[in-house]
C-alpha cells in the first residue's frame, strides 16, 4: 500500500512540475522580449494594408489616421456580403489617404487581399494589420524604429485584446498557453526553427516581402500569418515579436462559438496528419488541467496530496493572472480558469475528431471543410 501511496504520489507531481515550468517558461519569453515603448518615434513612413470581410473598420482606421507615419490606407474587401461596402466607401471618402480596393471574384481569402494591397502600395515598409486592430501613442513609428535599430525584415507585435464578458475568462489563459508551449522570444532566435506572426500587426520590408514571395506565397492556408512567420524564419529573414501591450490593441475572438473555433483554427492545422502526436497532445492537455483537481480531493487521505494539488491550481492562477495582465483584462477574471480549462479541452477533442474524421472550421465567414485525408494548408 505504501508503495502504490509513494508511485502515485511521484505521478501527481508531475502536473505540479509541469505548471511550474509552464509558468516560468511563459514569464521569461514575455518579459524578455522587447517592447515598443524602449523604442523612440522615427520618422518614416508606411504603407498600412488592411484585408476586410465584413468588417467595422471605422476604429482602425481612425485611429491610423491619427498617426503620422501612415502614408497611406489601402483597405481591400474580400468579397464582404453585409453592409460593409457601403460602409467602407463612406469611410474612403474622409481622407484623400485612404484607398478602397475590391478581389475580383475569381479570388479569394485574406491572403489575397493583403497581396492586392502589397502590390498597389508605394512605400518601401509594408504594416498589414487587422480591421479590428486599434493603435495609439505612436505605436507604428516606435514599431518602426524597433525594427531598423535591430536591423530586422520584420516584426510583429502582440498587444492587448479587447474582450467582452465570458472572452474574458476563456482568452488570457488561452492566449497565454498558446505563448508559453511556443514561446514568443523563440521566434527572434536565430538558431530554433520557431517562426509566427500574428495577423493583427505585422510591419516587414519590402524587399524582404517579395523575396519570399508575399501573402502570395502562403495563399489558401487558414493560419496565413502563421505561415508567413514561418516562410519568413525558412528564408533567414531577421524576424521577432515584440510587446505592444496598451499601445496596440485587437480582438481575439468575441464569444464563446468563436473562440473554439478560433482555437480550432489553430489546431486542427497542428494536428492533421499527426495522429500519434494528435492523441498524446489531447490527453496530456487533458491531464495536465484534470489531475490537480484529482490530487485536491485526493488530499483529504494525505497531506502531500493537498500540497502538490493546491499548489498546482495556484500556479495555474498566477499564470493567468499574468495572462491576463499581459492582454489588458483584469485579473479578476484569472479565478475562473477552471472555465477555460473546460473550454480548451474541448477544442482539443473536437480538433482531434476533425483531423482523424474530417469536419468544418468556420472562419471569417467561411467554412473550412477538411476531409481526413486532404492536406491542410
Known sequence: MNAFIIGLGVFLTIPYAAWFLILIRYLDSNYTSPTLKQYAPADDEVSVIIATRNDDVSSCVNSLLRSRGVKEIIIVDDHSDDRTLKHLKEISSIDNRIKLLYLNSEDSGKASACQLGADKSTCSILLFIDADTVVNDNAIERAISLLKANELDAISLVGYLRCKDFDKVITPFSFALLN??????????????????????????????????????????????????????????????ARGENLVSAEWAPGLSANIEALKRVLVPSMHGKKGWALASSV?????????????????????????????????????????????????????????????????????????????????????????????L
Open 284 to 376: 496530456a492537455i487533458s491531464l495536465l488541467f484534470l489531475l490537480p483537481l484529482l490530487t485536491v480531493a485526493l488530499g483529504l487521505l494525505n497531506a502531500y496530496f493537498a500540497f502538490i494539488g493546491f499548489g498546482s491550481l495556484f500556479f495555474e492562477f498566477i499564470f493567468n493572472a499574468y495572462g491576463s495582465k499581459n492582454i489588458g483584462v483584469s485579473v479578476l477574471y484569472s479565478t475562473l480558469f477552471l472555465l477555460a480549462e473546460v473550454i480548451l479541452i474541448i477544442a482539443f477533442w473536437r480538433s482531434l475528431w476533425i483531423s482523424y474524421r474530417g469536419g468544418i472550421v468556420r472562419w471569417r465567414g467561411r467554412e473550412y471543410n477538411y476531409t481526413a485525408k486532404q492536406k491542410i
Open 180 to 241: 508559453a508551449l511556443v514561446p514568443i522570444k523563440d521566434v527572434a532566435n536565430t538558431k530554433k526553427k520557431t517562426g509566427y506572426f500574428f495577423g493583427s500587426f505585422i510591419l516587414i520590408r519590402r524587399d524582404s516581402y517579395v523575396k519570399i514571395g508575399g501573402h502570395r506565397a502562403v495563399r489558401g492556408y487558414i493560419l496565413e500569418d502563421k505561415a508567413l512567420g514561418e516562410l519568413a524564419k525558412a528564408s533567414k529573414l531577421k524576424i521577432a515579436i
